[in-house]
């Protein structure tokens, strides 16, 4: 099981709840969209803190335009979405990215043992 999460997690309404995805899920995006070390990066960055498409180029020091691009398959793969817009400087909107999930689990089993690890991670959520 390999679990992405920061070490201070956002607030659930931020994050929503705990993604589990399994083998049996449509993974091929996930799977290609984080073979990506560019990807990994942003999603992780997403994690420490929600922020902007120019905020993300920054801390994980790539053009704006390769993070964008990034972005985008990050949110067509459901493991990023927008969660709020404020007004540079110059009163351009700019979206806020954060992680679509409050943790990220990947399993890997039988489909009885799939169901108790999503029953294990929302008890542990709830908590």
Do not use: W
């Not at 099981?1 to 993604?19: C, K, V």
């Not at 993974?27 to 984080?34: E, G, I, K, R």
């Not at 073979?35 to 498409?53: A, D, Q, V």
């Not at 020091?61 to 964008?68: E, G, H, I, P």
């Amino acid at each position: 099981m390999t679990r992405l999460h920061s070490e201070d997690e956002l607030e659930e309404e931020d994050h929503g709840q705990p993604q589990v995805v399994d083998l049996g899920d449509e993974v091929d995006d996930t799977f290609s969209v984080l073979k990506s070390e560019i990807s990994r990066k942003i999603l992780i960055e997403l994690y420490e803190e929600p922020c902007t498409s120019s905020d993300v180029a920054d801390r994980v020091d790539t053009s704006l335009q390769n993070t964008n691009y990034h972005l985008d398959r990050l949110c067509e793969a459901n493991l990023v979405k927008v969660v709020d817009t404020q007004y540079s400087a110059k009163r351009r909107e700019m979206k806020i990215y954060a992680p679509s999930s409050s943790v990220l689990t990947f399993v890997l089993g039988p489909d009885e043992s799939v169901q108790q690890c999503r029953q294990a991670i929302d008890r542990v959520d709830q908590e």
